[in-house]
């Protein structure tokens, strides 16, 4: 598939359900090895999520963790990618979507479903739960219309960066709304 096709394809799926794009975008790594995910872990990943990370969110985190809270990361995105940025953060747990992975090899399938839409909001449920957290004084962030379900789930919902749907459900529901930049 070429690449416009390709990105027309995912932004579409992704308007549609958040579930089934990222089920199809992760496809993509099928083939990969834990071993050339670990190369890159060693030799790129920080320097990647240097680039990605807002400096508002490590400040954020930062202020979080010197209140004594523990910070959680929950995500759509695949677990082994997302280690390093867990890492980096110094957040406390990671809850990301898990590949399926057969002789150290992903198979571009996951195992359960991808932590989006209301299965994002029945993992910081049970992340409450195993990490006994109060879901009431609980912070969220998020930036996608998809994550609403998640947002909802918790005392104390933040729209960072939103989409335009939720910006809109932000503003309503009168949650804080941030702009990060890089």
């Known amino acids: 598939m070429a690449l416009l096709p390709k ?27 834990i071993e050339e995910i670990n190369s890159w872990r060693n030799r790129s990943a920080q320097a990647f999520w240097e680039r990605k990370v807002f400096p508002q969110a490590a400040s954020e985190v930062q202020r979080l963790k010197q209140e004594g809270r523990l910070v959680v990361i929950l995500s ?29 090899v992903l198979t571009g399938n996951m195992t359960g479903y991808p932590l989006v839409n209301g299965y994002k909001a029945a993992a910081v449920k049970d992340a409450a739960r195993s990490l006994n957290l109060n879901l009431q004084d609980t912070y969220a962030y998020a930036d996608s219309y998809s994550d609403r379900f998640f947002l909802e789930a918790v005392g104390k919902p933040v729209a960072v960066n939103p989409s335009r749907r939720l910006r809109k459900l932000a503003t309503q529901r009168s949650w804080p709304i941030r702009w990060w930049r890089r």
């Open 7 to 33: 990105l027309l394809h995912y932004a579409v799926l992704d308007m549609v359900d958040r579930t089934v794009f990222n089920i199809a975008f992760n496809r993509n790594y099928r083939g990969i090895t």
């Open 76 to 104: 759509g995105g695949l677990d082994p990618f997302l280690q390093p940025l867990a890492q980096r953060l110094g957040a406390d747990a990671l809850y990301a979507s898990q590949p399926e992975i057969i002789n150290g």
